[in-house]
Nanobody
Framework: QPQVVESGGGLVQPGGSLRLSCLAS????????MAWFRQAPGKEREPVSC???????QYADSAKGRFTISTDNAKNTAYLQMNNLKPEDTAVYYC???????????????????WGQGTQVTVSS
């Protein structure tokens, strides 16, 4: 059964950095489309970034220039490097995966079959 497990969240000051990890099992991140979503209190879950075949990455406008998504095939792990964090980045971050979608990865929740339990990111001074 495919599974993904997130880690790496925590409390960070504005302007700081965090790297989230998403360890996959039951499938290879090399062939699957991986994504990060987030959900802030009282808000809907929203896409942050995704990476499809050929390492083609897409980012939400709020993440462009600050966040970087990547995968490590040897470790079967996806990452989200987050720099210059802002208080509005505070949310539970979820890793999601689905089968190969080509270079254009889905931006909707329904586009993903496998979800992690989430990891809390809090940006506060």
């Amino acid at each position: 059964q495919p599974q993904v497990v997130e880690s790496g969240g925590g409390l960070v000051q504005p302007g700081g950095s965090l790297r989230l990890s998403c360890l996959a099992s039951g499938f290879s991140v090399k062939y699957y489309t991986m994504a990060w979503f987030r959900q802030a209190p009282g808000k809907e879950r929203e896409p942050v970034s995704c990476i499809g075949s050929g390492d083609s990455a897409q980012y939400a406008d709020s993440a462009k220039g600050r966040f970087t998504i990547s995968t490590d095939n040897a470790k079967n792990t996806a990452y989200l490097q987050m720099n210059n964090l802002k208080p509005e980045d505070t949310a539970v971050y979820y890793c999601a995966a689905t089968g190969p979608t080509g270079p254009d990865c889905p931006s909707s929740i329904s586009g993903y079959s496998y979800w992690g339990q989430g990891t809390q990111v809090t940006v506060s001074s």
